[in-house]
C-alpha cells in the first residue's frame, strides 16, 4: 500500500474533517469539544481497517456521532449548573457561509439554543436528518435505535423545532445597514432609533460563565433591550473598539478593549428590517480561539 496507507488515512481524513467538525459542533455546541472528538474519532480511524470500510464518509459520521452524543450526556450536567445564562461557544466563519442556507441556519446561535432543548439522541436524529440528509435507517444504526424509534424520534424533534423556530432566510445587505442604524444608536443613546430596529419581542442573552459582569437573566422585549443596550453602552462600552465580523454564519460585532484583546462577541439576529436576537459571548474560556476561522460543510 501506498506510503502507510496514506500515512494511516490521514488526506482522507483531513479531506472530511470540516464535515465531521460541523456534525460535532451541531452536536455539541462547543468548538472545543467538537475538536476533542475529531480528533478521538481520528485516533479510531487510524486504527481501523480501511479495506473493511465501504463508505468512509458514513463510517466516520457514525465514529463522531457516537463520540459526540457519549460527551453531551456527560457535558449536560455542567451546563445545568452553569453560572448565568449559557451560550453556545462562537465559531468565526468566512464571508461565505451564508450561502448554503441550510448549514448556515443549522449553526446559527438562535438553532443551537433550540436544540439544546432536545434530548442528546432526538438531536443527533434531528441533525443528521434535516442537515445531512441521512436515511432514518442509516440513522438508526448510527445511533444504536431501531428504524421504528428513529421515526418516532425524528418526528417528535422535528415538531419541537418547528414550534421553537421559524425558518427565514437573511438578507446580508439588510442585515448589514439594519446593524449600523443599531449600533449608531445604541452609542448615541438614541430610543427611537432602536425601538424601530429591535422586534417587539427582541431577546438580549449575555453570556459570562460566572468570569465577567453580564446581564445575570435575558432580558425581553424592545423597550426593556434598548435601555439596556443604552446603559451598557455609557457604562461599560466606552472606549471599545468595534468591528464587524461574521460568526455561526450570522453578522456579529467584535468588541476589543483598548490595548486590541477581544472582549465580547455580539451575534445578531435579524429578520428583514428587525432585530430578532442579540446574543454576546464575554466568557474568556469560549473567546480563547474564537477568532479561528472555521471552515464548515455538510
Excluded: C
Amino acid at each position: 500500500m501506498g506510503i502507510r496507507a496514506a500515512v494511516n488515512g490521514v488526506e482522507e481524513f483531513d479531506g472530511l474533517r470540516p464535515l465531521l467538525f460541523t456534525v460535532a459542533y451541531q452536536l455539541l455546541g462547543s468548538a472545543a469539544d467538537a475538536e476533542d472528538v475529531v480528533q478521538d474519532s481520528y485516533l479510531r480511524w487510524r486504527e481501523t481497517d480501511r479495506a473493511r470500510v465501504e463508505n468512509p464518509r458514513a463510517y466516520l459520521t457514525t465514529i463522531v456521532t457516537r463520540q459526540a452524543l457519549n460527551h453531551l450526556r456527560t457535558v449536560r450536567r455542567r451546563r445545568e449548573e452553569y453560572v448565568g445564562s449559557w451560550l453556545p461557544e462562537p465559531i468565526r466563519t468566512d464571508d461565505d457561509a451564508g450561502r448554503d442556507v441550510l448549514l448556515a441556519e443549522s449553526v446559527s446561535m438562535a438553532m443551537l439554543l433550540v436544540l439544546e432543548t432536545l434530548g442528546p439522541t432526538e438531536r443527533a436524529v434531528f441533525v443528521l436528518s434535516e442537515v445531512f440528509g441521512h436515511s432514518l435507517v442509516e440513522i438508526a444504526a448510527m445511533v444504536g435505535k431501531s428504524d421504528a424509534t428513529v421515526r418516532q424520534i425524528a418526528h417528535r424533534a422535528r415538531a419541537h423545532v418547528r414550534e421553537r423556530r421559524k425558518r427565514f432566510e437573511p438578507d446580508a445587505e439588510t442585515s448589514r445597514a439594519v446593524i449600523e442604524r443599531f449600533l449608531i444608536a445604541t452609542q448615541t443613546g438614541d430610543m427611537q432609533t432602536l425601538m424601530d430596529v429591535l422586534a417587539p419581542d427582541v431577546v438580549q442573552i449575555s453570556d459570562g460563565g460566572g468570569k465577567v459582569t453580564v446581564a445575570g437573566k435575558p432580558v425581553a422585549g424592545a423597550e426593556r433591550v434598548a435601555s439596556y443596550l443604552v446603559r451598557l453602552a455609557r457604562n461599560g462600552v466606552a472606549g471599545m473598539l468595534v468591528e464587524f465580523g461574521t460568526f455561526n454564519a450570522r453578522p456579529a460585532v467584535l468588541l476589543r478593549t483598548a490595548e486590541g484583546l477581544l472582549d465580547t462577541v455580539q451575534l445578531i439576529e435579524t429578520s428583514g428590517d428587525r432585530i430578532t436576537g442579540l446574543y454576546a459571548i464575554r466568557n474568556p474560556d469560549k473567546l480563547q480561539t474564537a477568532e479561528q476561522i472555521r471552515v464548515l460543510d455538510r
